[in-house]
């Protein structure tokens, strides 16, 4: 099925928008299983990834639940450099490949068969295939040194591993018992990720705690899931992007230290919806709503900058590479 990226909106008043006409595509089939709806519901309503209502996709951005990242644990990884990337030789496109252990958490049932968290092997291909495609340029971005390729997957039917959220004892019982590799592998745990789309680790925090490190999704929000508008992969495009480095684009607003990337446009908050000519700093050009590191919906977001691809290239030099 093909994607479409962004293009002439409706802006709803309930908080969401509907794309009219697109361009670009992404390939993202993936088989199922059989799941009810999530998400965003017919009547403007959201239903978040732990059953939560929400009156609206706004009242779900703006409490949070678009992600969980601490960006506050990453403050002494910021380069002051004038272009504000690091000083060091850039990596080519395609360069790296890094390898992804999936962690499947279930609920309950049998483990990499059925039960609630089960994903399929179709889904987490898919999954992959949306990562090579966003990191490797193919969306309309740039073409970033990164590509994925599955090193492992495993299947754990734990009830309370399914419902870790950030910063728990749980996460840290889960992360201990499954994390593999080093440094440049990239673990990537999906669970009901406590009421929020996914949470991720910053590079610089892997020499201090190593087990911690790695990426954390809402099981149903990779290709497939049944979670409009985020069920196209790109929670985990963004949460990968954090362990690589990237700050959210609106981070610091208009005035801030901002995203620490030169060529991304300040914006005062998250981006939710597909928003699109949203202007809401004084600083030149618009609110970069289709970068992977804002808020909005999956199918409104296509793009990393030549600046982010900067900046991923040196933080993994300087934290990840051969570590």
Not at 30 to 50: E, K, V
Not at 80 to 95: F, K, M, Y
Not at 113 to 118: D, E, H
Request: charged residues 15%; hydrophobic residues 35%; negative net charge.
């Amino acid at each position: 099925m093909k994607r479409n990226l962004i293009a002439m909106l409706v802006i709803i008043p309930l908080g969401f928008s509907v794309a009219l006409i697109g361009y670009g595509y992404r390939n993202v089939i993936a088989q199922r299983p059989s799941l009810d709806r999530l998400g965003l519901q017919s009547d403007g309503t959201f239903i978040g990834p732990n059953g939560k209502f929400n009156s609206s996709l706004q009242e779900f951005v703006l409490s949070g639940g678009r992600c969980a990242t601490n960006e506050n644990n990453a403050l002494l990884s910021i380069f002051t450099t004038p272009s504000r990337e690091a000083p060091v030789p850039a990596l080519a496109p395609g360069c790296v490949t890094i390898k992804v252990y999936f962690h499947v958490i279930q609920q309950n049932g049998t483990a990499g068969s059925s039960g609630t968290g089960f994903v399929p092997m179709s889904m987490i291909n898919a999954q992959i295939n949306v990562m090579n495609q966003s990191y490797g340029g193919g969306t309309g971005g740039a073409n970033t040194p990164f590509r994925f390729a599955i090193a492992g997957v495993d299947y754990t039917v734990n009830s309370t591993w399914y419902s870790a959220g950030p910063e728990t004892s749980a996460e840290a019982s889960m992360k201990n018992a499954l994390r593999r590799g080093t440094a440049d592998d990239l673990n990537f745990y999906t669970n009901d990720s406590a009421g929020y789309l996914g949470w991720a680790t910053f590079p610089l925090s892997y020499s201090s705690r190593p087990k911690d490190d790695g990426v954390v999704c809402f099981y149903r929000s990779l290709p497939g899931g049944n979670f409009p508008p985020y069920d196209l992969g790109d929670t985990g495009t963004h949460e990968v992007g954090h362990w690589l480095g990237l700050f959210h684009t609106f981070r610091g607003g208009c005035d801030g230290n901002g995203d620490c990337v030169s060529d991304t446009p300040s914006e005062l908050s998250a981006a939710y919806g597909c928003p699109v000519g949203l202007d809401t700093c004084i600083s030149a050009g618009l609110d970069p709503i289709e970068n992977f590191m804002d808020y909005t919906d999956d199918a409104c977001m296509f793009r990393f900058t030549a600046g982010q691809s900067s900046r991923m290239s040196s933080q993994w030099i300087t934290y990840r590479q051969g570590k």
